[in-house]
């Protein structure tokens, strides 16, 4: 890995994933912990609208995407906290439509677009610089609001009643929250594509979830997994000349496989 770094777009890519790393550990443990995961799903497939429409309207990428995604975010967030039953059925018609718009978007689109894939399955050794440092900055936003509104967030996560109670904004909190997942998807993307992202968000913060005692504890063990598995997986696939997106979530994937053998392990151990 250390032979690696004496190119620049390999270290550009060792921080893109670091980076990424402490935005899906902070916003991705609120989404499992909050059982969102399907809804940050629809989010990032949704994106696909906004990318679409970035290459239709010949605007960059970010404002297209950016924006498509926060408008779906809000919306099936609106949806999930007035009508929690049905917000299944409406986060996958949101989900199949934004990607349906998106598509149709890049039909119109004149000339050939060889980037979309790297949209699709991400292409981290191809970040620029700019987004590095909007990544840098999204990661300290995320970790800023988390530790500023951190005892509410404790409260909605595991007892919203209480948090009513307690005078605790909890609609406003999940806006801003799953505004704050929808940014964070924007950026990911770049590294490990729409389609694997919601892996990234999720399986760092489900494994640090079975191990940590509390909410804070889990944000810091999510971020250090997702930053051992974008390194472990950038190294392989520089080193077996592979996709680095797919190979980051590949070794996510046996990190979760292999968190679920060892649960009965420990379990055992435990009640001896």
């Known amino acids: 890995m250390i032979e690696a770094l004496q190119f620049e777009f390999m270290r550009n890519a060792l921080f893109a994933g670091l980076f990424a790393s402490l935005i899906c550990g902070v916003t991705g443990s609120f989404v499992v912990v909050n059982r969102m995961v399907f809804l940050a799903g629809g989010i990032a497939h949704a994106a696909y609208g906004g990318i679409g429409l970035a290459l239709f309207l010949g605007i960059p990428y970010i404002i297209g995407t950016m924006g498509f995604s926060l408008a779906a975010a809000l919306l099936m967030t609106a949806v999930t906290l007035r009508a929690a039953q049905r917000s299944d059925t409406f986060i996958g018609v949101l989900w199949a439509t934004g990607m349906a718009i998106g598509i149709i978007l890049t039909d119109l689109t004149p000339g050939y677009h060889a980037d979309l894939m790297s949209y699709l399955f991400g292409s981290i050794l191809a970040v620029p610089a700019a987004d590095i440092l909007w990544m840098l900055g999204m ?12 005892r509410d967030l ?8 209480f948090a009513k109670l307690r005078g605790v904004p909890v609609r406003a909190l999940y806006f801003v929250f799953m ?36 909410l804070g504890m889990m944000m810091a063990v999510a971020v250090l997994l997702s930053a051992v598995f974008n390194i472990a997986g950038l190294w392989i696939a520089f080193i077996f000349d592979l996709t680095s997106g797919a190979s980051i979530i590949l070794v996510a994937a046996a990190g979760f496989f292999i968190s679920l053998a060892v649960d009965p392990l420990i379990s055992k151990r435990r009640r001896q």
């Open 154 to 161: 404790i409260a909605i996560s595991y007892d919203v009643e």
């Open 179 to 214: 505004a704050l997942v929808a940014v964070s998807i924007v950026f990911i993307i770049r590294v490990v594509g729409l389609i694997l992202v919601i892996a990234l968000l999720s399986i760092p913060p489900y494994i640090a979830e079975k191990y940590a005692g509390s």
């Open 139 to 150: 990661g300290a936003a995320a970790l800023a609001l988390t530790l500023y509104f951190y």
